[in-house]
């Protein structure tokens, strides 16, 4: 007889013996009172976050010592590790895929920077992540956590095979239990069907932290709040006579380490988790195993450390072998356990079609733009995710995922990308502080208002205003020209006001008040993920005049136009610290006027490139008047922070220019996790070359400067400290925060 039949058999003749026992425990705990003589073993995990490492280390005691189990539970990180079991796979398996993961990016969001679109590249310049504010029918609404999840929930993907097919808990050979909370009614919710991976998110999602995971109408966060130990729940999936229950919670912390609201958080949610661990420890009796691995120092966030955290697991495991190996089976029972519950061998999945989940907003012809992969062709994960996290990056969904359907003997790749609840309105914000020596501080503050996806083929209005020390109105309006957003046309107007210090050698002769105003009207072509190639008409209204002068200076006041072409490609891995890459820029600008007609042609080139902990970096810029002479508003600026370290911002003027700088960089430090980026120590040499010099009266064609400095990214951008010098005695100061 089938053995699902024989199950069944059983149920029914329970379900009509004792119906007193199914109302009132369960139906696993009746079968298991019909089944006395039979005991029956769960293994329960606790949450952790990263100290759940240690559940690896006691499943390799427990195959070793041949102890089979008959049913799995698990909240949060403990989740994790009892679907994988639960999915098939061995202990060392997972060591294996936890020693592939890079810890560092996979609590990243956002793609690898040269995989953003060039648009939304551009935005990352200027704008802080996690700042965006969409505006609903219900007002304001600030983004869900501060990691979306999205590469934790395609590791998922990996870790139980989910490429080979979708992995539905009720098809697992083992019976499974995950447990998270509703953040709503503080409920618990005790996944026994549907899918594995999101089971598994939804346990993990730590409240703030993470995102919530959409389910039936309801929010789902981690289950520790309400079962970080669900032993109960162990009990009734399987029938359990005996458990193994591993605790792999953090301990509170003391009331000296409590002071940030974050800590305060941490603090609340670890008081709920211990008390409802400490309920869960009441209900075990002399049958059970308890087994509370001594973690020490590993916190939560340290996933890093997770064979360390194994080891400590398998150690604690071993202290309880005079009890465990009293569970144990001879070789052959072992043998034929694992056969029933071993991973199934599962050929490559064939994709015959590939098929986008419906949208409201936008067309699923630029969805499937970012996704190479072709129907009548083997599956490839690795390209795949990398699509998913890509499309992703365009900043529009909540999340982006796939299943494997299998519909009558044909496999469908379904891309499931999840709008923003937010809706397509938005504003975002930044800031900058810029603190020279030479010319003093500088603050801006700066907001924009997005509203995207105005029609089918995605078009954008995007108004940007800085206010403080430089202040500016961006208009922009973006109107592709089919749905792969291909091709597109852009106005945009653009007005900023900005001192521009005018020098002679060192001294500071006069302050220049610029305005600066110009409408376009481009063409443009997308090149991808490199970037953007615009043809199109530029027309400009400066005017300036000295505020502050120690000579007198003639005022500026000029209207004029000419055509514009632009190529601008990017593909540094990083915006502000790569560690390799490249990036181009190169701009044509030609004017058509009677008086100061002239021809600017402008290269920008830079990389870099990484060896063991140092970066190697590099850049070069050429701006030349391929006829005419640059006017003074736009000549060639050099000075400031690696742009001739060594003088004051703009104070080298000129035409015809040549600059370069190498600069070496030590990696000295990484952001906590779930930020991204190094701490690097680096220094800078620096040369320029002009043919035309307005404001430097050197004797030698070339200028040089150094720079020393202390860099990286943070949660408010980037952040330098610097010195600049020159050879003849010029020196300077730097503090920059935030995207200038």
Not at 69 to 79: E, P
Not at 352 to 368: G, K, N, T, Y
Not at 382 to 394: A, Q
Not at 647 to 675: F, K, T
Request: charged share 25%.
């Amino acid at each position: 007889m089938h053995k699902h039949s024989f199950v069944w058999m059983i149920f029914f003749l329970v379900l009509a013996s004792n119906q007193g026992a199914y109302a009132g425990q369960g139906v696993y705990e009746a079968l298991a009172e019909q089944q006395d003589n039979i005991p029956r073993t769960a293994l329960v995990l606790g949450g952790g976050g990263a100290r759940g490492a240690a559940h690896i280390g006691v499943l390799e005691v427990l195959e070793r010592e041949r102890i089979p189990v008959d049913c799995v539970v698990g909240t949060s990180m403990g989740g994790l590790v009892a679907g994988s079991y639960a999915a098939g796979l061995s202990p060392k398996r997972m060591r294996k895929k936890l020693a592939e993961a890079d810890w560092t990016d996979i609590f990243l969001d956002i793609a690898d920077y040269s995989q953003l679109s060039y648009r939304k590249k551009q935005v990352s310049q200027r704008y802080l992540p996690g700042t965006e504010l969409g505006l609903t029918e219900r007002g304001l609404q600030l983004q869900s956590g501060v990691v979306a999840g999205e590469k934790i929930k395609l590791f998922f993907n990996q870790l139980v095979d989910a490429d080979l097919g979708e992995r539905e808990i009720q098809q697992l050979s083992m019976p499974l239990a995950i447990v998270a909370t509703d953040i709503g009614t503080g409920e618990r919710v005790v996944f026994r069907e549907g899918s594995l991976t999101q089971a598994m998110r939804a346990s993990m999602s730590v409240p703030g932290l993470m995102a919530p995971v959409e389910y039936e109408g309801r929010k789902l966060v981690d289950g520790g709040l309400v079962d970080n130990l669900p032993i109960g729940v162990a009990r009734e999936l399987c029938g359990a006579t005996r458990v193994i229950a591993v605790n792999v919670g953090s301990p509170l912390r003391s009331p000296d380490n409590i002071g940030s609201l974050l800590s305060v958080t941490v603090q609340m949610i670890g008081i709920l988790t211990k008390q409802n661990v400490e309920r869960s420890l009441t209900s075990l009796t002399g049958n059970d195993i308890y087994i509370a691995p001594e973690l020490g120092d590993i916190k939560s966030s340290d996933f890093a450390r997770y064979e360390e955290a194994a080891d400590i697991g398998k150690v604690a495991a071993e202290q309880q072998l005079a009890v465990l190996k009293q569970w144990s089976v001879s070789e052959q029972e072992y043998r034929a356990w694992k056969r029933e519950y071993k991973e199934q061998d599962v050929p490559a999945v064939h994709i015959d079609e590939i098929a986008i989940a419906p949208l409201q907003r936008i067309h699923p012809d630029f969805v499937m733009r970012q996704i190479h992969q072709e129907a009548n062709q083997p599956l490839d994960r690795v390209s795949l995710e990398r699509d998913l996290i890509r499309t992703y990056g365009d900043g529009y969904y909540e999340n982006v995922d796939y299943r494997i359907v299998k519909e009558n003997d044909r496999h469908v790749l379904e891309i499931n990308a999840r709008e923003k609840p937010q809706g397509s309105d938005y504003f975002i914000f930044g800031f900058s502080i810029d603190n020279e020596y030479r010319l003093g501080s500088n603050f801006n503050f700066r907001g924009a208002y997005r509203n995207t996806w105005l029609n089918a083929y995605g078009g954008e209005f995007f108004a940007t205003m800085d206010l403080g020390g430089r202040p500016s109105i961006k208009l922009d309006f973006y109107q592709p020209l089919n749905y792969r957003q291909s091709y597109f046309v852009e106005p945009v107007y653009f007005s900023s006001r900005d001192d521009i210090s005018i020098f002679i050698d060192d001294d500071r002769i006069a302050d220049y008040r610029l305005d600066t105003a110009y409408a376009e009207l481009m063409l443009g072509r997308n090149l991808g993920s490199f970037g953007q190639a615009k043809l199109g008409w530029r027309e400009y209204d400066v005017d300036g005049k000295a505020d502050l002068s120690a000579v007198l200076l003639p005022d500026v006041s000029s209207i004029y136009g000419g055509a514009l072409f632009q190529i601008n490609l990017d593909r540094r891995n990083r915006l502000y610290f790569p560690s390799h890459g490249w990036r181009a820029d190169i701009t044509y600008f030609e004017t058509h006027q009677d008086v100061e007609a002239y021809k600017k042609l402008t290269f920008d080139l830079g990389g870099a490139y990484k060896l063991d902990q140092f970066v190697l970096g590099a850049r070069t810029s050429y701006i030349t008047s391929l006829s005419g002479q640059l006017p003074i508003y736009d000549a060639v600026m050099l000075g400031g922070f690696l742009n001739m370290s060594g003088y004051a911002r703009n104070q080298i003027l000129g035409d015809d220019a040549l600059y370069a700088h190498l600069r070496a960089e030590r990696i000295v430090g990484r952001m906590p996790l779930g930020l991204n980026g190094d701490m690097r120590l680096g220094l800078g040499l620096e040369a320029a070359r002009l043919e035309t010099n307005y404001t430097i009266t050197a004797e030698d064609d070339w200028l040089n400067s150094a720079v020393i400095y202390l860099g990286g990214e943070t949660p408010l951008g980037p952040l330098y400290l610097g010195y600049g010098f020159t050879l003849e005695g010029d020196f300077n100061f730097y503090l920059q925060l935030g995207a200038l």
